[in-house]
């Protein structure tokens, strides 16, 4: 069974950092597009960033531009989501979710979710 895990949530002052990685159990992520997306209490889940398969297209959420980067080791089967300048606003549950090849806004066409990481960012 398709599985991943992210980990490297945690709590984290304003303007801080946290790495986020996403590791999959079972299967390669190799020609799988990855997408990290998140959802705070009483919202709707939104798209944060999203990398290819072949990691060579990469895509941002305004509002996360500038201060996320994603990335990806096939070679450790993990993609990561370095989150720097960290505001109140990022506070969310972040999620990462393969699908085959390329990248798209939907989340309803990524077929396989990891449970998901707590990031708090708070004074």
């Known amino acids: 069974q398709l599985q991943l895990v992210e980990s490297g949530g945690g709590l984290v002052q304003p303007g801080g950092s946290l790495r986020l990685s996403c590791a999959a159990s079972?299967?390669?992520?190799?020609?799988?597009?990855i997408g990290w997306f998140r959802q705070a209490p009483g919202k709707e889940r939104e798209g944060v960033s999203c990398?290819?398969?072949?990691?060579?297209?990469?895509n941002y959420a305004n509002s996360v531009k500038g201060r996320f980067t994603i990335s990806r080791d096939n070679a450790k089967n993990t993609v990561y989501l370095q989150m720097t300048n960290l505001k109140p606003e990022d506070t969310a549950v972040y999620y990462c979710a393969a699908k085959r090849f390329f990248c798209t806004a939907a989340p309803s066409l990524f077929a396989t979710w990891g449970q998901g990481t707590q990031v708090t960012v708070s004074s």
């Open positions: 990398i290819s398969s072949g990691g060579v297209s990469t």
């Open positions: 079972e299967f390669t992520l190799d020609g799988y597009a």
